[in-house]
């Protein structure tokens, strides 16, 4: 049994990870930011809450780091804080540095300092390859980012490598493309396509407003992701890692799969910025292009090449984005006709 760190606990991957963790009988500590409620919802939705051992982390503050690495002194570190939202990095990129960079910063020196003989976990994005250089993308692509987010997350890649090769630290990285599930935040477009359809469908909200509907995505399923990320510090030395699933879909095409789950059978009319999307049966707009959803400078096409995982430790995912797209579809559909508010 393992003594586990996981900072990002109340995330989407966060949870799905302590749950994985837990069912291969480790000790589970989630990292917390400082604050009156804690955001456990997801936690609660896994029924796991209560089998984690909480503690209070600021990865902006070294010396709250180390303090805790000392406390708790694991044999693991899953880190997964972020400001991870992209959109907001434009808005807030000193804060979006901060945490994405700096808080990865913190964490190698309190390891280095400490001499910790631990394995970390970095959660690195596909965001990093912005406007690609090539296709798919692999481990060895160059990256070219977009974003103070992908920026901020390739500072930290890089740090990983470095220490990694430096002080011949187990720290490993993982270049997730995008992974969704019916626990993704709202503010994700999955997840605003999936519960704002249920909402049209049954409680006659108005149209769904999106950004550019021809960008193309390789869409995982989170959970799946999540027990990649286990298998990285089970191997026998770190590396990393491209976690795709090697297909490609369209916003739009997201937008059809889950529209005819819940109920429509939508078709296009117009280009770009004029794009609006109508159910055929009953001639009603479901979803709109609106330019307030486009950003500064947009990534409008990624897709993996996991080769290296499937080889090196077996992995290949089984649920695609038509699935995807249906599990979310469902279950924020029994969200709506609960009136329950999302995670």
């Not at 540095?97 to 970095?122: C, H």
């Not at 090697?246 to 997201?254: G, H, I, L, P, S």
């Not at 979803?287 to 959803?293: F, G, I, N, T």
Request: charged residues 25%.
């Amino acid at each position: 049994m393992a003594k586990v760190l996981i900072t990002g606990i109340s995330g989407q991957d966060g949870a799905f990870l302590a749950r994985g963790l837990l069912e291969k009988g480790h000790e589970v500590y989630g990292a917390m930011r400082r604050g009156s409620t804690s955001k456990t919802g997801r936690l609660n939705e896994l029924g796991i809450r209560d089998k984690i051992n909480y503690c209070t982390l600021e990865v902006t503050e070294f010396a709250n780091v180390q303090n805790v690495l000392n406390e708790i002194r694991p044999d693991q570190i899953y880190n997964l804080a972020a400001q991870s939202f992209v959109a907001d990095s434009f808005q807030f990129p000193h804060y979006t540095s901060d945490v994405n960079y700096m808080g990865v910063l913190n964490i190698l020196e309190a390891m280095r300092i400490l001499k910790l003989d631990t394995k970390l976990y970095q959660a690195s994005t596909s965001e990093m390859y912005g406007d690609v250089l090539e296709k798919p993308q692999t481990e060895k692509t160059p990256f070219n980012p977009l974003s103070p987010y992908a920026v901020s997350k390739l500072g930290a890649h890089s740090l990983v490598v470095n220490y990694r090769q430096a002080y011949d630290m187990f720290a490993t990285s993982g270049i997730l493309f995008n992974h969704e599930s019916e626990l993704r935040g709202l503010e994700f477009v999955t997840r605003k396509i999936t519960s704002w359809l249920a909402e049209i469908k049954l409680q006659g909200k108005d149209a769904l407003p999106l950004g550019n509907l021809s960008s193309v995505r390789d869409w995982g399923y989170a959970p799946e992701y999540t027990d990649m990320m286990i298998k990285m510090l089970e191997h026998d030395k770190p590396d990393d890692f491209v976690i795709s699933t090697n297909t490609e879909y369209t916003v739009r095409d997201f937008l059809f799969m889950a529209a005819q789950e819940v109920g429509f059978d939508l078709h296009s009319e117009g280009e770009g910025l004029e794009e609006k999307c109508f159910d055929r049966k009953t001639g009603k707009l479901i979803a709109y292009v609106d330019p307030r959803y486009f950003r500064a400078s947009d990534v409008v096409y990624l897709r993996g090449d996991n080769t290296k995982a499937q080889e090196m430790l077996g992995w290949k995912p089984e649920i695609l984005a038509p699935e995807i797209a249906r599990r979310m579809a469902i279950y924020d559909l029994k969200k709506a006709a609960l009136n329950t508010p999302g995670l």
